[in-house]
Each structure stands twice: as C-alpha cells, then as structure tokens.
C-alpha cells in the first residue's frame, strides 16, 4: 500500500453547502490480480459553514464489468459521531438535483477521467444523516472494499467524496484519480487510458495472421482534432522487431503498398500480413509492431499523445 496526498481540485458546480468536504489522504494498492478483492481508504476533513445535516455520498469509477454495485461495501467513520455508518448503492429512485440518477450525474459533472474503454459511476449514500453545529471542523474515514474483474488492464479509477443536502447540489470539491493495474489473467492487458483511435481485428490475432489495422482519426487526442481529420489520403508507416528484438524492420515508403483504404468519415483500414508486409521470412517470429499515420508529403503525422508510435500486443486467447 502506498499513501497518496494529491488530489485535484474541480471547478465549474454552483452549490449551496453546508459543509465542505476535503480529501486530505487516499490510501490505494496501485496493482492488484485479477478476481481479488481491494480495499481503499480515504481520509476526508469537514469544515461546516453553519449548523445543519447531511448525508455522505461516494462515487466510484471503475471499469463496467467490475459491476461494483453488486461486489462493493461501503462504510464512513467520522469522529462527531454517529461512529460508523454504512452506505447503501443509490438507486434510480435516488434522484441528483439535475433530475437525473446519481451514477450519470457523476459523469455528466466528472466524465469519464481519462479512460478510453467502457467505465461507469456507482454512487453510495449513507444510510444516516450527519449533523454538525457550532462551525467545528471535524474528519472522517470513508472504507472501500471492491473486486477486480477477470481481465488484465490498466485503468483510471476515481473517487469523489460530497456532502449531499437535500433540494440542493452535490458538494463535489475533489476527486482523486488512481491509476491502477491488474494482473494475472489470461488475456493482453487492456489500457483503457489510451485513446482508441488505433485498433486491430480480428479481436483474437497474432503477427501470423493477416490483421486489418483501422484508423479512427474522428477522435480528439488531448482535447484537440487529429491534424489528419478531413485528409483525403492516409499513409500506415510501420516497424517490426523480430529475432528476440535483436533485429527491425521499417517500412515508411508513401505508396499503394502504405495507402490505406477509407472506412467512414475519417476512418482508415489497411490489411496486412506481417510477414510479407515487412519483407520477415514466414519462419521468423515478429515480436511486436509499431505504427503510426502521415499524410502524402509526411509533413503531418498522428502518434500517440506522448510521441510515440502505436503498438498493440498480440491478443491470442
């Protein structure tokens, strides 16, 4: 376990509170096997603003087939009493001020926290109400007890602690993003904090298979449009290691061979087979590919958002 103090402040929610709600400690595994259970801890500070009563929401964003509504518990200890309350899944019964359920409120207000692959919102609420008086500042422990799912990935979990006052907003002042890993499965690791503008079928492949490698240039990176939306031609340049890395092969020729063919607005495809692509004798191993697109002249080029090329594992289940 290793105890984090960062968190990152949010703006933009008008909210009427009566009691600020600060995360001061998060205390999170950053790796964890698959099919295991998880435990989290959150150290919260509570400052009223004036006398009055509430009750504590948690949301938790996490992969969908975690389905934590089903595999989590939840409780808060807070030294101004009642000690130790437990918190129940909101339901849709359980209407946010915006008339929507909490679970997409949450993502309304706080998206998806840089993940790229299907995540959800769960939100719990306290059984209790919380009360304070006299403006004393007081702290409180939230306990989070979860189970990974089946399946290696890297992914952005979050969690927001507020104060939530009846016929009023949600008190939503910090979240705290946790990249996390699991292991131990049987599949390639999955990043869901990778934007998928590259990705391969068939789903199930190796480099000894004839792949269709695909292009979705409609997808922002970093918040921006790919410099190649809107292109009329799109170029695959590509690189190949084999002989256990000791060796690379580089194709970046602008030509029928790289052209790739338009699947949709702003959408590529090229197929090839590894091998013949590379000019790699069909007896020799490829052990990874790389790649990224250009245009005609090469004088644009779309990598990933640190620069570096495109590379997806094999995925041979």
Not at 2 to 10: C, E, M, T
Not at 15 to 38: F, S
Not at 158 to 169: G, H, I, L, P, T
Not at 179 to 207: H, M, R
Request: with cysteine; hydrophobic share 40%; glycine share 6%.
């Amino acid at each position: 376990m290793k105890r984090y103090q960062k968190y990152l402040a949010l703006i933009g929610l008008a909210l009427l509170v009566a009691a600020c709600m600060k995360i001061l400690n998060v205390t999170h595994p950053e790796t964890a096997p698959v099919n295991t259970g998880v435990d989290v801890s959150i150290d919260i500070e509570v400052t009223p603003a004036e006398d009055g009563s509430s009750r504590v929401l948690v949301g938790i964003l996490a992969p969908e087939t975690w389905k934590l509504a089903e595999s989590s518990q939840v409780t808060f200890t807070t030294s101004y009493g009642p000690e130790t309350m437990t918190m129940r899944v909101a339901t849709e019964a359980d209407v946010a001020p915006s008339g929507k359920t909490w679970p997409v409120s949450l993502r309304d207000s706080l998206g998806t926290q840089d993940n790229y692959e299907p995540v959800e919102w769960t939100a719990f609420i306290a059984d209790e109400e919380l009360s304070w008086k006299n403006k004393e500042v007081f702290t409180g422990t939230v306990k989070i007890h979860f189970t990974t799912g089946a399946e290696n990935l890297k992914t952005n979990l979050a969690y927001v602690v507020s104060n939530v006052k009846e016929a009023a907003d949600v008190d939503v002042r910090v979240v705290h993003k946790q990249l996390f890993e699991t292991t131990g499965g049987e599949n390639a690791t999955i990043d869901y904090t990778q934007p998928k503008v590259c990705s391969i079928t068939p789903e199930t492949f190796t480099w000894e298979d004839i792949v269709a490698l695909h292009c979705n240039l409609s997808i922002p990176m970093n918040g921006e449009d790919s410099p190649l939306k809107g292109a009329e031609k799109v170029y695959l340049m590509a690189r190949a290691t084999y002989g256990d890395g000791a060796h690379e092969a580089v194709v970046d020729e602008v030509g029928p061979k790289t052209l790739m063919m338009k699947n949709g607005t702003d959408k590529w495809v090229l197929y090839i087979y590894p091998h013949e692509f590379f000019g790699i004798p069909a007896g020799v191993k490829i052990e990874s590919v790389s790649f990224y697109m250009v245009n005609e002249d090469k004088s644009i080029e779309v990598k990933m958002p640190n620069g570096g090329e495109f590379s997806l594992p094999e995925n041979n289940k």
